[in-house]
């Protein structure tokens, strides 16, 4: 490793060390407040190296690859690394209370670490830009995860855990075949040398990407990535692995792993099948998988009593409108506007949707927390109970459902406006109606917390850190969809740093 | 170029609003709440009669803009946070900014859960502000759709009858004409050479608006089409005939002075997009133009002023009377609309500009109404006429303001309701006799209801039991100084208005002139 391969590494280096830190202090001190501290703390070390890379402060921005060209700190990680730092800040501070519970304390730093490894593998799976790279930090990333899920040995835990474990497999083993296949057909790993020699390699007209070996592994690969953004077919373990495990873990999943897995699966198809012709192909492809998560997420949401299998669904759907920005691809623009249009949108999308479900999970857990009632009746009359709590809840909904002026409605706009550059006029119909249907199950959530009565009157209020992590998200969310150009301007600069993202 | 006066004044009340719901605590909370909400409500006031009387009318055009121009700075959707007032837009503000003082006055007995009531009120007020200031047709959109949530919630929470059934049928009725609106907006942004958002040309800053641009342009989707979505949304919110049926639920079981809002300006939105888009956009655009509606809109507005009129005849309940006879002067202001089907310029403004003061009118005159049955029902606890009689000799004033509001809204000379219906009767007669005619015999069913109202809940004899009993009736107390400046807050312009009418036409004129082209 040269100093330039520690230089681009440096944020991962520091999350990796700050792992090793967590689980020390946990075996020094027995104080779970001091755990959670440090590693709250000890963000900020990767924070500064990650803002360091994307201003230059100390040197070229631009730093170009790493390790062989297996890794690249361009803006468009950045983008997505502080994003996933963001996520795990808010984690730490949402499972403050719930790793000092009696039943938790004994693994409190083991949950910590574990999460900040899994962030790791994240953080360095939005850089590589080779597949054996995407693959090892997939599976650093989903290990931790299949501990996490199961760390309370719980029935539902375990379940949980062993159905996340499973499947990851599964999607894993799709993905090497996907591999393999795009390895056998160009002879190399690498994401830009695959796009060179898929551009001389003859094609067959009237097949889709040109081949047979090329479609096939494009199918593999989605499929396998498409277990981690939780998207139709690949989504039954989403509602399972949400109600099983600890909710901090559903919400750090429903964010941290989404954001990673549509980073790395746009990296793919923008850098590796990247040529216009190629684009149309897998934009179809989205198109269909768009319409079908999003009309069976919201479909599905309606009859759910759990909160948390409901916004496991509800995940499942927003996975949908953002798969409407991703097959919004700039070889099918119509109009004249500049082409980073469908990307662009997908950052926005992301970034608003993680302030805004990072605030509703948080709000759940808190609540959940002290009801111990984990169905919708359970939210009754949560205005009397908690009024602060529910405001962030209600708030935190109804940009779920996209009213404006909240950010869900900013980002669904944007998509839709992208969608409709692109030609997909059928798709943002659908999706105009998804919403439509939504708005049911997320008004039923508020209705019950407005409206109904409490069968158990009593107040109550949340813990500080998970109050301020909620109240943070909640902020966030309202301070991008009021001012959208704050977020839209970063993901333009995010964008401009992957070439292959402006031309076509 | 960033004015400031105008962003601040549509954002004072929402932020004092949320401070307020956020962190007033404590044993005395209510009072300093109610203190507080009021005051910020004043404070909107003054900033709006700053706008209206700041608005220099010589120089004309689009002034105070606050402009930012990278708001949603993305290709597919670019869209700026432009806010200004035209004379079309400044009357309608200090209207706004009269009510919402109003509503919040009136709302002074209010008891239950105090904070989130101030504070859904005061964010109701900001976004029907915006919706009048708004430039942009994104960020038009998000303040005319926002309003449903206050709305909603204070009709649910604090109303009374079937408050959440009325509550859910608004929010639907308006939800349904809102997505149409949407699609509308997308239809014509993505219309090539387009691309923007505009709703007004503004030549200082460079920016050319959708008027212009559409104006000839081949759109994407038929213009008769867009015109459609747009109008759907108008329809329902103003509302029309066949479209009206939330109105008079949600009137009836909304408290007070959400009743005032919601009559007083809620409607005017509708009123104000029909001008400034339906007519605005709609004038030289290629395939379709409003003229070749003006008929079909003069038959609607004719319809819902009769069937308006007729169903308020019949009603018993005093502020379902009043909410259906919304309907019936709303009707006026689409049949002023509909006086752009004429050929001469002269008489096809005075029907545009009688249609914009209409709307004026009927926010002060229903707004008044609105209070003063509320005011008799907190006394009362019934508003079914046939329970009530003799309640003049109890409380005069709210007798004499109730009339007051009774005889503008029938339209006697000197009251503003008179000039505003003379113009709209001026503007369409010549275009459309038959329809303005039908519609005239509405002023007549107008002064039936109005005088038959007041004549049995507040002359004749005392009310009997089921009605009001003895008891009530001997201790009931006439209005106090806490309710009687709402009152007069309302009340007085319905006179200023009456006797010196140029005061808004003048206003109205310039921008009508600029929407006209």
Do not use: C
């Not at chain 1, 830009?129 to 995860?145: D, F, G, H, S, W």
């Not at chain 1, 592994?217 to 373990?237: E, L, N």
Request: charged share 10%; glycine share 10%; aromatic share 12%.
């Amino acid at each position: 490793m040269t100093a330039q391969d520690f230089w681009v590494l440096s944020p991962e280096i520091a999350m990796a060390l700050l792992a090793l830190v967590v689980i020390s202090v946990d075996l020094v001190t027995r104080s779970m407040a001091k755990v959670s501290t440090v590693a709250f703390v000890g963000l900020v070390v990767p924070l500064i190296l990650t803002l360091n890379l994307w201003n230059g402060w100390f040197g070229d921005p631009a730093t170009g690859p790493a390790l062989f060209d297996t890794f690249e700190a361009d803006r468009f990680s950045l983008f997505f690394k502080f994003i996933l730092l963001t996520v795990m800040a808010g984690t730490i501070l949402a499972s403050a209370k719930y790793i000092a519970s009696d039943r938790m304390k004994d693994y409190g730093g083991e949950f910590v670490s574990l999460v900040l490894l899994s962030v790791t593998g994240m953080m360095i799976l939005v850089s590589a830009t080779e597949l054996i790279t995407i693959y090892v930090a997939l599976e650093l990333t989903a290990l931790p995860v299949v501990a996490l899920a199961a760390i309370h040995r719980s029935k539902q835990g375990v379940e949980a855990g062993t159905k996340f474990f499973v499947l990851s497999a599964i999607s894993s083993a799709l993905l090497l075949y996907g591999f393999a296949y795009i390895y056998g057909y160009t002879g190399s790993t690498n994401l830009h040398l695959i796009m060179e020699r898929l551009a001389v390699l003859p094609t067959e007209p009237g097949v889709p990407f040109g081949s047979y070996a090329v479609l096939l592994s494009v199918i593999m690969i989605v499929a396998g990535f498409g277990f981690k953004m939780a998207v139709v077919p690949w989504q039954m373990w989403v509602p399972d692995v949400y109600q099983g495990a600890p909710t901090p873990v559903a919400a750090f999943l429903s964010v941290a792993s989404k954001a990673a897995a549509f980073a790395v699966i746009m990296r793919i198809m923008y850098v590796a099948f990247g040529d216009a012709n190629l684009m149309q192909d897998w934009s179809g492809l989205f198109a269909i998988l768009a319409a079908v998560t999003m009309t069976l997420g919201n479909t599905l949401a309606l009859s759910q009593s759990n909160i948390k299998r409901l916004l496991g669904y509800s995940t499942i759907a927003q996975a949908g409108y953002i798969l409407v920005g991703l097959a919004s691809v700039p070889a099918n623009q119509v109009g004249a506007t500049s082409a980073g249009a469908g990307p662009q949108s997908v950052l926005y999308y992301l970034a608003g949707y993680a302030f805004t479900n990072l605030a509703v999970f948080f709000a759940v857990i808190a609540i959940t927390s002290r009801t111990n009632d984990d169905s919708i009746a359970g939210l009754n009359g949560l205005l009397k109970r908690s009024p602060l709590l529910a405001g962030l809840l209600v708030f935190g909904l109804l940009s779920l459902l996209g009213m404006p002026p909240t950010v869900g409605f900013m980002t669904k706009v944007v998509v839709f406006g992208a969608a409709l550059n692109a030609n997909l006029t059928w798709l943002v119909v659908i999706g105009v109606m998804n919403t439509v249907i939504a708005a049911y199950y997320y008004l039923r959530v508020i209705r019950a917390i407005v409206f109904e009565d409490a069968v158990d009157e009593s107040q109550f209020s949340a813990d500080k850190p998970i109050l301020v992590a909620a109240g943070f998200a909640a902020i966030g969310a309202g301070v991008f969809g009021l001012a959208p150009f704050l977020m839209l301007d970063l993901a333009e600069k995010a964008l401009s740093i992957v070439p292959a993202m402006i031309t076509g | 170029m960033f004015d400031g006066l105008l962003t601040i004044t549509v954002f004072l009340p929402a932020a004092v609003g949320l401070l307020v719901a956020i962190f007033a605590r404590g044993k005395n909370s209510d009072q300093q709440i109610r203190w507080i909400s009021i005051g910020a409500t004043v404070v909107t006031f003054v900033l709006t009669v700053m706008v209206f009387v700041g608005y220099d009318q010589d120089l004309a055009g689009v002034q105070m803009i606050d402009y930012l121009e990278r708001w949603i700075p993305i290709d597919a959707l670019r869209s700026s946070y432009l806010i200004g007032v035209d004379g079309l837009s400044a009357p309608l503000v200090l209207l706004t900014g009269i009510l919402g003082m109003a509503a919040a006055l009136g709302s002074w007995r209010i008891k239950k859960r105090l904070r989130e009531y101030f504070m859904w009120l005061l964010l109701l007020q900001t976004s029907v502000l915006g919706v009048f200031v708004s430039l942009d047709l994104m960020l038009f959109f998000i303040f005319f759709e926002f309003e449903l949530i206050p709305m909603f919630m204070l009709i649910a929470i604090w109303g009374s009858g079937r408050p959440r059934y009325s509550a859910m049928k608004f929010v639907l009725f308006t939800l349904a004409g809102g997505a149409f609106m949407l699609v509308g907006i997308l239809a014509i942004y993505v219309t090539p050479g387009v691309n923007t958002l505009a709703m007004v040309s503004i030549p200082e800053l460079g920016i050319v608006g959708v008027p212009e641009l559409i104006a000839g342009a081949d759109l994407v989707v038929p213009a008769a089409l867009i015109f459609t979505f747009f109008f759907i949304a108008f329809a329902v919110k103003l509302p029309l005939w066949p479209v009206h049926s939330w109105l008079p639920d949600a009137h009836t079981d909304a408290p007070t002075a959400v009743s005032v809002m919601l009559a007083g300006v809620l409607l005017k939105m509708a009123g104000y997009g029909l001008l400034r888009i339906s007519l605005g956009f709609f004038q030289e655009t290629k395939g379709f133009t409003i003229h070749d509606v003006a008929g079909y809109m003069a038959v609607v507005a004719a319809v819902s002023v009769i069937y308006g009129g007729i169903i308020t005849i019949r009603q018993t309940d005093m502020k379902r009377l009043i909410a259906y006879s919304s309907i019936s002067h709303m009707g006026f202001v689409m049949l002023g609309v509909a006086a752009v089907g004429s050929s001469a310029v002269e008489t096809s403004t005075a029907g545009l500009n009688g249609a914009a003061l209409q709307m004026f009118t009927h926010g002060t005159i229903t707004g008044l109404a609105f209070l003063m049955v509320g005011l008799s029902y907190d006394r009362t606890h019934t508003r079914h006429i046939p329970h009530l009689g003799g309640l003049w000799k109890k409380m005069p004033l709210i007798a004499i303001f109730f009339l007051i509001a009774g005889f503008g809204s029938l339209g006697l000379p000197a009251l503003s309701g008179f000039v505003a219906e003379i113009m709209i009767f001026l503007g369409t007669f010549s275009v459309w006799p038959w329809a303005t005619g039908v519609s005239a015999f509405g002023v007549v069913l107008a002064a039936g209801y109005t005088l038959w109202m007041v004549q049995r809940v507040f002359f004749g004899a005392r009310p009997t039991s089921p009605g009001i009993s003895d008891e009530v009736y001997d201790n009931l107390t006439d209005a106090n100084w806490v309710d009687m400046v709402p009152v007069i807050a309302l009340a007085a312009p319905i006179f200023i208005v009456g006797i010196w009418p140029s005061v808004i036409t003048d206003m109205f004129d310039i921008g009508i002139q600029a929407v006209v082209r």
